[in-house]
């Protein structure tokens, strides 16, 4: 299988090293990422400016762009003869639940493969502090589980899959569960501050304060120690049909985690 590699964390990120350690020995795979970090940039393209490639390694692209810039040099350019059957976007450097999906640059390079209808996978770990062990291998292996298992088979047209792994080991993940966006609250604090010039300039430091309480939602899976796999509808999600997606979770489970 030709699997596409994209992030928004860059090219020599961690999280899409481990990925590419684990799907490259079984798959054909490629890495296509930004030269530098390009986090929080949401669904952002170069149409202003043009766009640099440099092949770091084989099969490992920098690009000057942002992460769905990725996706189209690796769909239009580097893979044009060989179109990818799947893309997957991450592993990103802490979650992608709830509405944040909206902002992430790895859950728009996701979006713009299914828009040029590949299908597609976003995928996050979940950390509650930057001073832990970030358990990249254990959500790369959770992918090329979930790509076993043919999960982007039966995916819908126009939707992608978003992923939040909990950083935990293996051993002490709970199972999968198929869930829907849910909601995080955040504060509206804006910090102000005076530069070396005596000019103000602002930092938005919006506060993390919970989820909305639902025990569907993928920040409620993620807290309760579960792998949230989370179809994300792009045009119009309201006659979407999820059971294939949803047997391929009770497969996932019934072979990995029950």
């Known amino acids: 299988m030709k699997v596409l590699l994209a992030n928004d964390d860059?090219?020599?990120?961690?999280?899409?090293?481990?990925?590419?350690?684990?799907l490259s020995p079984v798959h054909d795979?490629?890495?296509?990422a930004?030269?530098?970090e390009r986090s929080t940039t949401g669904h952002s393209l170069s149409l202003d400016k043009p766009l640099r490639i440099e092949k770091l390694?084989?099969?490992?692209?920098?690009?000057?762009g942002y992460?769905?810039?990725?996706?189209?040099?690796?769909?239009?350019?580097?893979l044009k003869d060989t179109r990818p059957d799947v893309v997957v976007s991450g592993i990103n450097r802490g979650a992608n639940l709830g509405q944040d999906l909206?902002?992430?640059?790895t859950v728009a390079a996701a979006r713009e493969a299914a828009f040029h209808h590949v299908p597609s996978i976003a995928v996050s770990l979940v950390f509650?502090?930057?001073?832990?062990?970030?358990?990249y291998p254990v959500a790369a292996t959770v992918i090329k589980w979930c790509l076993e298992a043919g999960i982007h088979k039966v995916i819908p047209p126009m939707t992608l899959i978003?992923?939040?792994?909990?950083?935990?080991?293996?051993n002490e993940i709970r199972g999968c569960k198929l869930t829907e966006i849910g909601f995080r609250r955040y504060s509206e604090e804006i910090h102000a501050r005076i530069d070396a010039r005596s000019r103000e300039y602002f930092w938005i430091a919006g506060i993390y304060e919970g989820y909305w309480p639902n025990p569907n939602s993928d920040c409620e899976a993620v807290s309760n120690g579960m792998i949230s796999i989370t179809p994300h509808a792009l045009i119009d999600g309201s006659n979407k049909d999820y059971s294939e997606l949803a047997l391929c979770v009770e497969r996932l489970n019934a072979k990995y985690f029950i």
């Open 57 to 64: 390694e084989e099969k490992i692209y920098a690009c000057s």
């Open 128 to 135: 509650n502090s930057v001073t832990e062990d970030h358990l």
């Open 102 to 105: 909206y902002y992430s640059g």
């Open 29 to 32: 795979t490629t890495i296509i």
């Open 67 to 78: 992460p769905s810039d990725c996706v189209l040099m690796g769909l239009g350019h580097v």
């Open 10 to 22: 860059g090219v020599m990120a961690p999280g899409i090293r481990a990925l590419y350690k684990e």
């Open 162 to 170: 978003n992923i939040n792994v909990p950083n935990l080991p293996l």
């Open 34 to 36: 930004p030269s530098e």
